[in-house]
Each structure stands twice: as C-alpha cells, then as structure tokens.
C-alpha cells in the first residue's frame, strides 16, 4: 500500500467511526455548537472523540476482516467513554 492509499484508508476509517458513534448515540455530533433545530444534538468532546479514535484503531487492527462474533460487541472502552452522552428509546 503507498502512503496516499494508508491516508485514504484512515480517513475511511475515522468517517465510519464517526458515522458508528452517530448511530450509536441516537443524535447528530457538531464540532463547535448544536443548532436550535436539533435538540438532542451534542458537541463532540475529549471523551467522545477518544471513543471515535478506539473504533478507528479497532477497525485498523482488524483491517483484514472482522468475524461475525466480533461484529456484536462493542469494545467496552468505547462504551464507558461514550455511554453518558447515548440516548435510547428513540
């Protein structure tokens, strides 16, 4: 793989992180302020951004494939780092 490819892989990688945690959270992430529109949403902090930073490095890890076992869990970093922030029963 040249260099160019790994740059593109990662920013693959962190995109789907950021989509995962997304989907996870039940809530739209903003960088600097949440509109007024969205009411659940929610600006991305330390916390949240070092739980996106664990699934890159898992997704980077395991670049030749996850097993369907694997595809259930979610590492339980991420869940302590984030679960605060996730809204249910949307």
Do not use: C, W
Not at 72 to 87: A, Q
Request: net charge negative; aromatic share 12%.
């Amino acid at each position: 793989m040249d260099d160019n490819s790994k740059d593109v892989l990662l920013e693959n990688y962190i995109a789907t992180a950021e989509q995962k945690t997304i989907a996870y959270f039940n809530r739209n992430l903003y960088k600097e302020s949440v509109p007024k529109t969205n009411p659940n949403g929610l600006v991305i902090n330390a916390a949240i951004i070092q739980g996106m930073l664990l699934l890159v490095t898992g997704l980077y890890e395991h670049y030749g494939g996850i097993s369907n076992m694997e595809q259930l869990s979610v590492s339980p970093f991420f869940k302590f780092l984030v679960d605060d922030y996730r809204l249910s029963g949307l």
